[in-house]
């Protein structure tokens, strides 16, 4: 008798705390990871007078990280000034849902002080870990469109297919497109050929200048690193009416360092780096991740770097960035907001320990119920037990 009330509490035990867990916002059994994201700008009046730094000036700015369903969401943000947090800010939306902390005062700076400007935000990324994956995947479809006829709504997805600016296509680039739209029946083929023809022509190569060199440009040097890939992508799908975007994100690894310093300028990225990739719209509701660099750039076929693309296939990717018909180099290139203030950037990410699983709301009166079978079953067994040992 003893035995069997033991039992019972236990089982109690175990329902309720899970109960109490699924209803807070820990619990099982999907899968994320927490990443800490801090971007800091330190800002150090050199001259001999006082000025006041219009904070909006600062480029590329503070931008939360997206939310994007399947992959990322932000859970809480933070701001501070000197190391005190500041509530003087508010969140701008731009046309590509981007998100900026604006300010609506200037900050004043005496003589030779340093302000240090800080954001601190949280971010919750879908992982990929096995049984509790709860990481979107998308891939190529097998069937697609005959090029030419892939259909949308034209005022929706005009600025997907720019071609100003940044994004002009000249006559290199319209001749490449057409060369490869010859073998190329369907959307599908056509895609995989543009990446074909990316792998073969253009060599992986890092810029020491920074930023993103434009598609035109890339076409004549032939060398580039993801930002350029991903960039040719977006433009040689345009060329053909294939609606098309860049992401902007930061890849995490705790073994990377890097730091650049020259003149009054100094940059650093500590336990990662910026990485960029492309988006190619199929329709209204479908677009694929086309990465030719994450996570790997020797490629076995076309296809993998869309099924197996990094935001695929990794959770250790944060997106900060959408870029459909801007320059994307404004949100990379860093620049004073003022003359005679010199500037420091360090980007620091960190993982929470571990992972975390959590129960979406939606889901939980199902998992308790779920809970409440296993736990009844289990009573049964266990009385039929203790009733057969009599």
Request: glycine letters at 4%; charged letters at 20%; aromatic letters at 12%.
């Amino acid at each position: 008798m003893i035995k069997r009330n033991l039992y019972m509490i236990v089982i109690i035990f175990i329902f309720l705390t899970f109960s109490n867990i699924s209803f807070s916002c820990y619990g099982i059994p999907f899968a994320y990871k927490v990443y800490t994201i801090e971007t800091e700008y330190t800002l150090y009046n050199k001259g001999n007078s006082t000025i006041w730094v219009d904070l909006n000036k600062i480029q590329p700015g503070f931008y939360l990280a997206l939310d994007i369903d399947g992959w990322q969401n932000l859970i809480n943000f933070t701001f501070y000034i000197n190391g005190s947090q500041s509530n003087k800010v508010k969140i701008m939306v731009d046309g590509s849902g981007n998100k900026r902390l604006v300010f609506s005062s200037s900050l004043k700076i005496r003589p030779k002080e340093k302000i240090v400007l800080k954001l601190i935000q949280n971010v919750r990324v879908n992982s990929v870990t096995p049984l509790f994956s709860t990481r979107k995947k998308i891939c190529m479809p097998k069937t697609s469109v005959s090029l030419g006829n892939l259909s949308f709504n034209e005022k929706v997805f005009k600025r997907y297919l720019s071609t100003r600016g940044f994004w002009r296509i000249d006559s290199d680039i319209a001749k490449i497109s057409d060369k490869i739209a010859t073998s190329s029946t369907t959307v599908r083929e056509y895609i995989l050929a543009i990446l074909r023809w990316i792998i073969v022509n253009i060599q992986y190569n890092i810029s020491k200048r920074g930023g993103i060199a434009p598609p035109r440009l890339v076409i004549k040097s032939k060398k580039g690193a993801c930002g350029e890939f991903s960039s040719l992508v977006v433009v040689l799908a345009r060329a053909k009416r294939i609606p098309a975007y860049l992401y902007l994100s930061y890849y995490y690894d705790p073994n990377l360092n890097v730091s650049i310093k020259s003149g009054d300028f100094s940059y650093a990225m500590v336990h990662a780096f910026q990485h960029v990739f492309a988006m190619v719209c199929l329709s209204e509701n479908v677009s694929l991740p086309v990465d030719l660099t994450l996570p790997k750039r020797n490629l076995g076929e076309e296809i993998d770097a869309i099924d197996n693309a990094g935001i695929n296939i990794m959770d250790n990717i944060i997106i900060v960035n959408r870029i459909i018909d801007q320059d994307p180099n404004d949100f990379l290139m860093i620049s004073s907001p003022t003359k005679n203030v010199s500037i420091s950037y360090k980007v620091t990410i960190m993982q929470k320990s571990g992972t975390v699983f959590i129960i979406e709301k939606k889901l939980r009166p199902f998992y308790l119920i779920l809970l409440l079978v296993i736990v009844v079953v289990i009573a049964i067994i266990i009385f039929l037990r203790e009733r057969t040992d009599l």
